[in-house]
């Protein structure tokens, strides 16, 4: 019997651990998210990821960006600050948009410039979603990361900005995560 079934079978199996992984990321932030977590640093970490990427002109960079944004949001639930974690998301993207400015990375414009946009739209939202709270915030973080799903997948199309194994985590998180805050408002 041939070795190349199992050593087949075995690359099927690692091809597809974004998805697993998005999967189980996003089943923890729906957990974290029914037990009342602040919603607006999800949406701000799901822009900065990009933007730091492209800033950095590394699609490979995507994945220490996003540990960088889970390890924040993680460790504000142990700090007094908890509120401000969004802010502090949003004051690192403005340090990678410096960076990116600075560096000259204006082209192509799907890259920076355009990461540099979605930002400032998820960034906004995040902000309205702190003044507004309540359902209303919830649906509005839903939807941006609804629309964070389709960016994921044009980026994953076209190969640019971030590496594909990022693009399929995220689009799995954050369709989960969306479903996981419609589910709580809907449900009181």
């Known amino acids: 019997m041939s070795t190349a079934a199992p050593e087949l079978a075995r690359n099927k199996v690692l091809r597809f651990w974004p998805v ?3 999967i189980a990321f996003g089943a ?53 600050w908890e509120d401000a974690t969004t802010w502090v998301l949003l004051g690192i993207a403005a340090a990678f948009a410096l960076y990116g400015l600075i560096r000259g990375a ?10 540099s946009l979605a930002m400032v739209v998820l960034g906004a939202a995040s902000v309205a979603v702190l003044a507004i709270g309540g359902d209303t ?8 990361l609804l629309a964070h799903a389709a960016w994921d997948v044009w980026h994953r199309q076209t190969g640019r900005v971030v590496v594909r194994s990022m693009t399929e985590f995220c689009l ?10 419609i589910a709580v408002a809907v449900g009181g």
């Open 20 to 22: 697993a992984a998005g």
């Open 28 to 80: 923890f932030v729906s957990y974290d998210l029914a037990t009342g977590a602040d919603l607006a640093p999800v949406l701000t970490a799901s822009g900065l990821v990009y933007l730091g990427a492209a800033a950095l002109k590394r699609p490979r960079a995507a994945w220490p960006v996003f540990w960088l944004t889970f390890v924040i949001i993680g460790a504000a639930g142990f700090t007094p």
């Open 106 to 115: 204006v082209r192509p414009f799907e890259g920076f410039p355009l990461q």
């Open 137 to 144: 915030a919830a649906y509005l973080v839903a939807a941006g």
């Open 172 to 181: 799995f998180l954050d369709v989960i995560a969306a479903a996981a805050m």
